[in-house]
């Protein structure tokens, strides 16, 4: 554009020199300026020239024409300079309208590719929804199976609920019978050791009637026998086996009466059995719930009582002879619903005031499932004078206590002699 306007400046400045501006043949070449007085002749268009024999008017004619062409220019870069001013106007709105145009066009593709996304997300969605209706039916089966499931469980927790109680029932029923067993067993043990006594005493006798003729009969040392000689002072002469009394335990010894006069009877030890001369049993049950602290826990159940050393109501338990005693205690522990940061229940053995036993549940930060049963067991050997106290207590009952299960009877107290001390 510029290069075509430069060319149009050049071609009027020609015409101009040489008088040849299209339409300016009978135009005052003077402009507005005052026009030089001429001779009709002169002033004639045909004739418009100036020779050489007036030098003045061919001068003032030719600064007419430079002033002329002076103002023509002048017009003319005013008017390039405001095509310019356009041009630049028009290239500027056509990049900016070919940068519209490119980003239409991109605007336009994305639009397409939204809309072809657009067309299989919602192929997609369908398959979705198939898919998720499908997923809504096995669901809905699941749930039903689920239900059905759980009814079957609740069920069984029943069912086992119930053998639970049975078999604790059961249980306590076969504890009892076997205690009773143990009776019955130490009875006969005791029965057997008195009659092996007796016969042994007979067998003496028969002896002591058989040889008449010995001058070293005696009937009696004053004390238990403790070994085949004492046997052989109080008469016995028939080798065999014999119970004599150990520094703690009868003994079963075998003694052999066959040895020479005057030398020491032979004497070999078979072994050992327990003297029970005082039997001593109790199991005692508890069908009502317990949370006073610091005083005996009472049972109002007395199972097996054997040697009357227990007292059920008070809780306590004397000791009828000196001895070794076992002593166990069994429960539930219950804890209420709380919100308290920590629950706790303790069981305590107690022998003549002082504590020789315990276990303890804690609960901490939780609420408490009042359905939870928490097993509580202490137990504890110990060797007590005749006249100890010995019996079970809370010191600690924080949110909870000791549980009894229905007709199971699960706080239990039971105790027996393991071994008396006899002082010969």
């Keep these: 554009m510029m290069k075509h306007s430069s060319v149009a400046v050049f071609s009027v400045l020609i015409c101009i020199v040489y008088g040849q501006l299209p339409g300016n043949q009978n135009r005052n070449p003077y402009g507005n300026r005052p026009s030089v007085a001429l001779s009709p002749a002169q002033s004639s268009p045909t004739n418009f020239y100036v020779d050489d024999e007036h030098p003045q008017l061919q001068n003032q004619f030719v600064l007419a024409k430079i002033e002329f062409l002076e103002t023509t220019v002048a017009d ?22 070919n940068r519209k ?44 199976e689920l239900v059905e499931t759980k009814s079957s469980l609740e069920t069984v927790k ?11 029932q059961t249980r306590n029923e076969l504890a009892e019978k076997q205690l009773l067993i ?19 005493a ?18 009696t040392i004053g004390r238990i026998p403790a070994s085949c000689e004492d046997l052989k002072l109080i008469g016995y002469r028939k080798s065999g086996l014999y119970s004599v009394m150990g520094s703690k335990q009868v003994q079963t010894v075998y003694c052999d009466f066959t ?79 709380s919100n308290l940061p ?40 110990l060797t007590l004078q005749a006249g100890d106290n010995v019996w079970v207590q809370s010191d600690v009952v924080n949110g909870g206590y000791v549980h009894d299960y229905g007709e199971a009877r699960c706080t239990h107290f039971n105790g027996w002699l393991l071994e008396e001390e006899i002082v010969v």
């Design 76 to 97: 003319l870069a005013l008017e390039l300079r405001s095509s310019r001013i356009i041009t630049d106007f028009f290239i500027k709105k056509q990049r900016e309208t």
């Design 101 to 144: 145009v490119i980003y239409l066009a991109n605007k336009l593709a994305a639009l397409e590719q939204m809309e072809s996304v657009c067309a299989d997300t919602n192929s997609s969605q369908t398959t979705v929804q198939a898919d998720l209706q499908k997923t809504k039916v096995i669901l809905e089966q699941t749930i039903k």
């Design 158 to 168: 029943t069912d086992l609920r119930d053998t639970t109680e049975k078999l604790t």
């Design 182 to 200: 143990d009776a019955v067993k130490t009875s006969l043990q005791d029965f057997s050791t008195h009659s092996a006594a007796m016969l042994l």
């Design 202 to 219: 007979l067998e003496g006798k028969i002896d002591e009637i058989a040889t008449t003729n010995s001058t070293e009969v005696s009937t």
């Design 259 to 337: 040895t020479p006069v005057g030398a020491p009877v032979l004497q070999r030890l078979i072994g050992y059995q327990d003297v029970k001369s005082n039997p001593v049993y109790f199991y005692v049950q508890k069908n009502q719930h317990h949370s006073a602290t610091f005083v005996p826990i009472p049972y109002e159940r007395t199972i097996i009582n054997i040697g009357g050393a227990m007292d059920a109501s008070s809780g306590r338990f004397t000791a009828p002879v000196k001895g070794t005693y076992f002593f166990s205690f069994t429960g539930l522990a219950q804890f209420s619903v």
């Design 342 to 381: 920590l629950r706790e229940l303790n069981v305590l053995i107690y022998k003549n005031g002082q504590a020789v036993a315990r276990s303890q549940l804690n609960k901490v930060n939780g609420i408490a499932n009042p359905n939870y049963l928490s097993p509580l067991t202490v137990q504890t050997t």
